[in-house]
Every structure is written in structure tokens, then in C-alpha cells.
């Protein structure tokens, strides 16, 4: 929460674009009420729907959260890959370059602690010591919707954006259950459209 949003005598690390105000190139994450909830829901559970409107930035609150896990937890620990998807590759890659851009704008001594790379729908984390990127022990990958990539790969965690409007969201999931088995995590967020998250949502279809 530190990171994301900061505290008295400590500057938040998080950096949004908005794509409507040019003025600004780099905005604070907003400190709102319900965003904290939803940090706070994410911390405590798996598996979560989250049900969205319009211009709430929920996209880029789950970037953040996804690009802090990908990015602090490999350095403590095992190797982590995350996945972020959505219906189209590009839309995918799009969203990565959301979390490489969080990070670009991270304080520098903060990127020289976890040094990273971009590269289409990759960005991996190396360890300072390797010079050379050899051994990336952190891994972000943008997807595209369904479950041909998730069931090649046992991951820590999916993040799936508009998955309301994804034709293949039940193999997404599906493929998806080794993952929430071995204690990784998956979060599908979407703004309302009859389909398959709706019937997730509502309690119609498990």
C-alpha cells in the first residue's frame, strides 16, 4: 500500500498516464477510498471477480499489483511469472507497457535494486548481480484470451482484463485451476456484458 499510494514522509512509487490530460506525463496513483478496499480484498483472497464501471482505473490499480508482486516477491524467493491477458495479444502488450511504464517511473535507486527489461509481451527481472540478464527471476507475459499458453506454464498468478468480453474466458479459467491448486492467484476484471463473467458474477457458473 506504501508503494502504491505512500504514507507521511514516504513518496508513492506509482506513476498513472492519462491518456485525456497531456499536461501532466506521470500522475500519482488517486488515494480513493475504494481503492484501498480492493488492495485490501486482493491481499486476503485467491480468487476474485471484480465487477467494474467505467474510469475507476481498475486496469491500471491491477497493474500495480501484479507488477509489485512480479517485481519484490522474485527477489525474496523462487522465480515468479505472472500472466496478464486479454482478448487480443496487442491489448495484452498494451496493458504490460502500463506496468513497464509504472516501473520506468519508479525512483531510480528503486530500478537499480531490481533491474528489469521490456520487450513485446515480456518484461523480466533480474537479480543487480547479473550484469549480463542471463537468469530473469521475476517474469511478466502479456497473453491472449484462452488456455493454450496457461496450461504449457505453471504460473503465480493471471490477471484478466475485460474478461467479460472474452469468448474464451472458461478455458482461460479452467487451465487456470493447477495455478490456484499450487497457491497462485487469478483476477478477473470486467465491466458488465452478458456471457460467461456474468454468469461467474452472479453466481450461475463456477
Request: proline share 5%; hydrophobic share 40%.
Amino acid at each position: 500500500m506504501i508503494w502504491l499510494l505512500g504514507k507521511s514522509g514516504v513518496q508513492a512509487q506509482v506513476r498513472t498516464q492519462d491518456e485525456h490530460d497531456e499536461s501532466i506525463a506521470a500522475k500519482p496513483f488517486p488515494d480513493k477510498k475504494y481503492i484501498r478496499e480492493m488492495v485490501r480484498l486482493w491481499l486476503a483472497t485467491q480468487m476474485n471477480l471484480w465487477e467494474k464501471s467505467r474510469q475507476i482505473m481498475a486496469s491500471w490499480l491491477f497493474c500495480s499489483l501484479y507488477l509489485h508482486d512480479t517485481q519484490f516477491i522474485s527477489q525474496s524467493g523462487g522465480r515468479r511469472l505472472n500472466f496478464i491477458q486479454s482478448k487480443k495479444e496487442e491489448d495484452s502488450d498494451a496493458l504490460l507497457k502500463r506496468c513497464y511504464f509504472i516501473y520506468e517511473n519508479q525512483e531510480p535507486w528503486l530500478k537499480a535494486l531490481y533491474p528489469a527489461e521490456y520487450s513485446y509481451c515480456h518484461l523480466k527481472f533480474f537479480r543487480p548481480e547479473d550484469a549480463d540478464r542471463k537468469l530473469p527471476v521475476g517474469e511478466l507475459w502479456a497473453i491472449p484470451q484462452g488456455g493454450d499458453v496457461l496450461r504449457q506454464h505453471t504460473a503465480s498468478g493471471l490477471f484478466i482484463d475485460e474478461g467479460g468480453f472474452q469468448p474464451d474466458l472458461a478455458s482461460s479459467i479452467r487451465a487456470a485451476q493447477p495455478m490456484l491448486t499450487g497457491g497462485g492467484r487469478v483476477d478477473v476484471v470486467s465491466s458488465a456484458n452478458p456471457g460467461y463473467f456474468e454468469l461467474l458474477a452472479e453466481g450461475y457458473a463456477k
